[in-house]
Each structure stands twice: as C-alpha cells, then as structure tokens.
T-cell receptor, first 117, second 115 residues
Framework: AQTVTQSQPEMSVQEAETVTLSCTYD???????LFWYKQPPSRQMILVIR??????QNATENRFSVNFQKAAKSFSLKISDSQLGDTAMYFC??????????????FGEGTQLTVNP | DTGVSQNPRHKITKRGQNVTFRCDPI?????LYWYRQTLGQGPEFLTY????????KSRLLSDRFSAERPKGSFSTLEIQRTEQGDSAMYLC?????????????FGEGSWLTVV
C-alpha cells in the first residue's frame, strides 16, 4: 500500500515571498504520478501541478514548481511570488500508473498555507 | 465542459435516515470516483466506476453504503441508516482512463451532517 506524508500541518508566508511545502511518500511502484491539489475555503479540490515519475525534469506551472527526488521519495511544492489567493489547504497525492487500483488517489494529511498581506 | 456537478451541496439528516447524493461527471469522462473527507483530513477513497462497472470498493464502504452508476453516466451514493460518524464531505471526481486520465477532476462536494 502507498502512503503519503505531509509533515507541516500549517505554514504561513508573506505576500510576494516564496514558500516550500514538503511531501514524502512510500511505494514499491516504479511508475506512478504525483500531484499537488489545492483546497480553498470553498472546499473544491483544484489541481495545482502534476509530475510523472518517469520524467526526471521537475514540473512547472507558472508560479508553482516541484522538486521531485525519486530516490528519496520526496515531492515538494514551491510557490513563488505568493498571493493572497494562494491561501488554502494543500494536499500531496499519489497515483499508481496502472493495475487494479490505478487512478485511485492516495492523499496526505494536508498543509494549511496562509498568505499574509 | 461544465465540470463535475454534485447535489445536494448540503444535507442535514437525523440519525437513522437514508440519504442519497448524486454526481454528474464531466461528459467525456468514463471513470467516476467517490471520496470521503472529514474536517482536517485528506480525502479517502471509497469506490470507483469505469462506465457502469464498479471496479473497486474500499473497506471504508460499509454495507450501509451503496453506489451505482446506471448507464455509465451519473452516479448516486446512498447511505442507509445514517450514523453520526457518517458526517463528512462526500467528493465525487471523474477522469478519462489511464494513461490519458492521470488527472482526476473533483466536484465541489456534498456536505452531510447527521444529527
């Protein structure tokens, strides 16, 4: 079974600064996907960024980028130029590449990020 | 593309009553998922469908829970004889099949409060 761990229950950052959210996972799979989802107070889960494990290049989406360390099973999210609208709960999630439970997401416990003006 | 739609958005029910939630996935998505999320926790997988077939069920899905997806379109999640521990947000999501469907899109959730 896969597990995802987010060791930072809460973080805060000043507007316009950079913050990094940590995530580690445990799996025996070689091919898989990793995700960061954002859940604002409205509660809708919104995809932030996706990483395929077979790709060595770290994914980037505008102000969001990841540091994917496959050997260390680490997948951190960096948010640059933080904005007030980034305030949300952030979840790291794992998905197997294939098989009976392929496409089932396993989520971490979440990190509540607050961006202060 | 109207996104994943769930209703009702909020439901308050008395313990012992039955409740049903509906989910309409994104139109071209043939995979549909149900997750449960309690306050302060990440979502937990309940079950998923590919078209009308229910391919996997979590051990969290007790006998009081049943999910259906007739004709492979919308899905319903019914909870019978509700208990206070069922109070949670029930999230529906959809995707294309792998490998194209490596992104799962979520609805806004249905809040259940059992009193």
């Amino acid at each position: 079974a896969q597990t995802v761990t987010q060791s930072q229950p809460e973080m805060s950052v000043q507007e316009a600064e950079t913050v990094t959210l940590s995530c580690t996972y445990d799996t025996s799979e070689n091919n898989y996907y990793l995700f960061w989802y954002k859940q604002p107070p409205s509660r809708q889960m919104i995809l932030v960024i996706r990483q395929e494990a077979y790709k060595q290049q770290n994914a980037t989406e505008n102000r969001f980028s990841v540091n994917f360390q496959k050997a260390a099973k680490s997948f951190s999210l960096k948010i640059s130029d933080s904005q007030l609208g980034d305030t949300a709960m952030y979840f790291c999630a794992f998905m197997k590449h294939r098989g009976a439970s392929g496409s089932r997401l396993t989520f971490g416990e979440g990190t509540q990020l607050t961006v202060n003006p | 593309d109207t996104g994943v739609s769930q209703n009702p958005r909020h439901k308050i029910t008395k313990r012992g009553q039955n409740v049903t939630f509906r989910c309409d996935p994104i139109s071209e998505h043939n995979r549909l998922y149900w997750y449960r999320q309690t306050l302060g926790q990440g979502p937990e997988f309940l079950t998923y469908f590919q078209n009308e077939a229910q391919l996997e069920k979590s051990r969290l899905l007790s006998d009081r829970f049943s999910a259906e997806r007739p004709k492979g379109s919308f899905s319903t999640l019914e909870i019978q004889r509700t208990e206070q521990g069922d109070s949670a947000m029930y999230l529906c999501a959809s995707s294309l099949p792998l490998p194209s469907g490596n992104t799962i899109y979520f609805g806004e959730g249905s809040w259940l409060t059992v009193v």
